[in-house]
């Protein structure tokens, strides 16, 4: 079955740089798109980044574009979310998603799986 399960979560201070990994199972993961989203307490899913199947184009949320850089490793099954310049507005918990697509769009309905979170803290 779909697995995915993220890491990397944790404290940084504004300013700061965290980097989250999320390791896929239970398919071709070479064959879809991947999303990270976020959910802060009390507000809505939101999407972050996306990343095409292959890799060659990567799409982000105004909120992050110029701050976080997500990538993909299709050898080790692996996808990441790179995140520099955290302002506490980032605190949330992100997941990662598999689409049902091989593109990786904005839209959370095109996401089938979602793995169970982790948490970034962004605070002095």
């Known amino acids: 079955q779909v697995q995915l399960v993220e890491s990397g979560g944790g404290l940084a201070q504004p300013g700061g740089s965290l980097k989250l990994s999320c390791a896929a199972s239970?398919?071709?993961?070479?064959?879809?798109?991947m999303s990270w989203a976020r959910q802060a307490p009390g507000k809505e899913l939101e999407w972050v980044a996306g990343?095409?199947?292959?890799?060659?184009?990567?799409y982000y949320a105004d909120s992050v574009k110029g701050r976080f850089t997500i990538s993909r490793d299709n050898a080790k099954n692996m996808v990441y979310l790179q995140m520099n310049s955290l302002k506490p507005e980032d605190t949330a918990r992100y997941s990662c998603?598999?689409?049902?697509?091989?593109?990786?769009?904005?839209?959370?309905?095109?996401?089938?799986?979602w793995g169970q979170g982790t948490q970034v803290t962004v605070s002095t």
């Open positions: 239970g398919f071709t993961f070479s064959n879809y798109g």
């Open positions: 990343i095409r199947s292959d890799g060659s184009d990567t």
């Open positions: 998603a598999k689409s049902i697509f091989l593109r990786a769009t904005l839209e959370l309905y095109e996401y089938s799986h």
